[in-house]
């Protein structure tokens, strides 16, 4: 069964993924269309073609390595305008041609180097938004819709003691002291009714010194209990889990109060302000996280030689998200409401991913054609302003060479992302 739920948890998250790379596609292909550009194929994934079928000018398709897609335009690149004599003059003139060719007649003004710059900017930019959007929408669901694990006012055991003091009869937990019952429900502390467990922390936090009154439903009856909290130093996380630490990196303490129960977690769903903020944390975060990818692929080759450990927070690959969703899947700890919430702040995170890496300025991603429109507007405002005529378009094709190199590096840190999550996989 265990095995199951593993690989219904990849097959999940590669069904997920495909509709990610599909909708990215579909924000490029929808503004193309409306600005009249010919579409001559739409495809996800790439090498051999698995199916495909014509509707209208586009052949719509699913190629056999899902690892990204596109949408093959019309004229991506222009005529040459001057003659090219650099190093890579004939591999240039080769891909041009080869998109020249492809242009037919009727295709006069539908062609993408045609388009004004703003126009290119958000065909490009399209696909990213479609991303930003999904991303955000399955974290909401998440977040809104289910909600985190969070502690509930439910007790779910009495502990004998207080971790760290000696366990004897003298020295029992407060709540065993007080009588208090696994099953219990916390709905009153110190006469004011609660509905949170940090609201009742903070009830508690009123008697430091004293007895505290707590009213608990038991069996339909409602109980009152006489309780004396232990008052420890506790670290403090943030939402998202993570252990809070002040400009000195020490950790961040707080004086609790401890009554020595473990209470039941149950999904809370976040408010939609709050769960708005979850995900404008995970933006930001994310955003922060591609500036330091430099960084990320020089930790990933160094735990791969084994020269440090795996960062359990680095980057990872399509394999390496496989594995955390079978996991996340085939977990004993997480009932099914809390698995579905995990896989869907999964797919939004990468989502997240997928928008903020093809923001990247470099060719051939997206974010290397919005900067190449930008440059084009650019020269033509200073061409208007001159007084001369009207500047060309901006060769993209020129720029091949820079594009492949960036291929190759792409291709080469997903190879070594892969090797790390085969032999050094991160766990959840």
Known sequence: ??????????????????????????????????????????????????????????????????????????????????????????????????????VQPGDEGRQFHQLKPWKKSIIMLGGPFMNLVLGVVLMMIAMAGIGPMQPSLTVNQVFECVEGEVCDAALASPAKRAGMQAGDQVIEVNGVAVSNWEAAVAQLNQRPEQASEIKVLRADQVVALSVTPVFTERQVYDSQGQPLKDESGLPVTEIRPVIGIQLKSENTPLSFADALGYSGQVITGTVTFIL??????????????GLQERDQAGVVSIVGVGQLAGELSASDGLGLESKIASLLLLL???????????????LPLDGGHVVSALYESLKRRVARISGNRIAASVDTAKALPLAYAVWVVLIAVGILVIIADLTNPISI
């Open 1 to 102: 069964m265990e095995t199951l739920l593993y690989i219904l948890g990849i097959v999940a998250v590669m069904v997920g993924i495909a509709l990610s790379i599909g909708l990215h596609e579909l924000g490029h292909l929808w503004p193309a269309k409306a600005f009249g550009v010919r579409v001559k194929q739409f495809m996800i994934g790439f090498g051999p073609t698995v199916f495909s079928r014509q509707k209208g000018e586009t052949e719509y398709g699913i190629k056999a390595i899902p690892l990204g897609g596109y949408i093959m335009m019309a004229g991506m690149y222009p005529p040459e305008s001057k003659p090219y004599r650099g190093l890579f003059k004939n591999w240039i003139s080769e891909a041009r041609a080869e998109i020249l060719r492809d």
């Open 348 to 362: 939004g995170s990468l989502n997240i991913a997928l928008f903020a890496f093809n923001l990247i300025p470099l």
């Open 292 to 305: 330091d990818l430099p960084n990320q692929i020089y930790s990933v080759t160094a735990a791969t030689l």
